[in-house]
């Protein structure tokens, strides 16, 4: 099993740059996912890191450092309906013979307020 | 629309119940997952599908839980004899094998009450 660690809240102002971050312990890592879920929303798909460095989307950005075990969502030029929940999740592979590499492991998710 | 479709999206039952979901996943998806989530939390994962072959289940899901993707396609989860700890958001998520990283798409998710 593993571990994810997230901030539980976060506040940032309207056109600002925020940062999440995302720690985890896993034996079989195999690659790390970010989602952003509204409230009584589904999750819906941000980025994906398998290697080390950044991936950047648009106003998104995301980081990986498998040594360190550390990710973090970086988005820039905040919006209103930037507030959301965001959920970092693992995919661990170290049990592969039970074919249960495919399923999504989610920390708590960050539930960021975006204000004026 | 050919994301994810789940239906009821709201379920209130009384304790002792059984209860069945369903869940569509985008026509071309081979891989199923069901996920729980409550309240505060993250998803956690329940069982995972490819094709019809129920390939794996969490210790999460005890005996009173099932589910079914009879022909490769739609899934059902059903909860018998439900208890009020089952109350959540029940999700399901799709995905295809060929499209790396075999990101999942969820659907809006069952929220089932049980009183």
């Known amino acids: 099993g593993q571990n994810i660690d997230q901030p539980t809240e976060m506040t940032a102002t309207e056109g600002a740059i925020v940062q999440i971050n995302c720690t985890y312990q896993?034996?079989?890592?195999?690659?790390l996912f970010w989602y952003q879920q509204h409230a009584g929303e589904a999750p819906t798909f941000l980025s994906y890191?398998?290697?080390?460095g950044l991936e950047e989307k648009g106003r998104f950005s995301s980081f990986l450092s498998r040594s360190k075990g550390y990710s973090y969502l970086l988005l820039k030029e905040l919006q209103m309906k930037d507030s959301a929940s965001y959920l970092c999740?693992?995919?661990?592979?170290?049990?592969?013979?039970?074919?249960?590499?495919?399923?999504?492991?989610f920390g708590k998710g960050t539930s960021l307020l975006v204000t004026p | 629309d050919t994301g994810v479709s789940q239906n009821p999206r709201h379920k209130i039952t009384k304790r002792g119940q059984n209860v069945t979901f369903r869940c569509d996943p985008i026509?071309?998806?081979?891989?199923l997952y069901w996920y729980r989530q409550t309240l505060g939390q993250g998803p956690e994962f329940l069982t995972y599908?490819?094709?019809?072959?129920?390939?794996?289940k969490s210790r999460l899901l005890s005996d009173r839980f099932s589910a079914e993707r009879p022909k490769g396609s739609f899934s059902t989860l059903e909860i018998q004899r439900t208890e009020q700890g089952d109350s959540a958001m029940y999700l399901c998520?799709?995905?295809?094998?060929?499209?790396?990283?075999?990101?999942?798409?969820f659907g809006p998710g069952t929220r089932l009450t049980v009183t």
């Open positions: 599908f490819q094709n019809e072959a129920q390939l794996e």
């Open positions: 890191n398998v290697l080390d």
């Open positions: 026509s071309e998806h081979n891989r």
């Open positions: 999740a693992v995919r661990d592979l170290s049990n592969v013979s039970s074919n249960s590499g495919y399923a999504l492991n």
């Open positions: 896993t034996s079989g890592f195999n690659g």
């Open positions: 998520a799709s995905s295809n094998v060929r499209d790396i990283p075999y990101e999942q798409y």
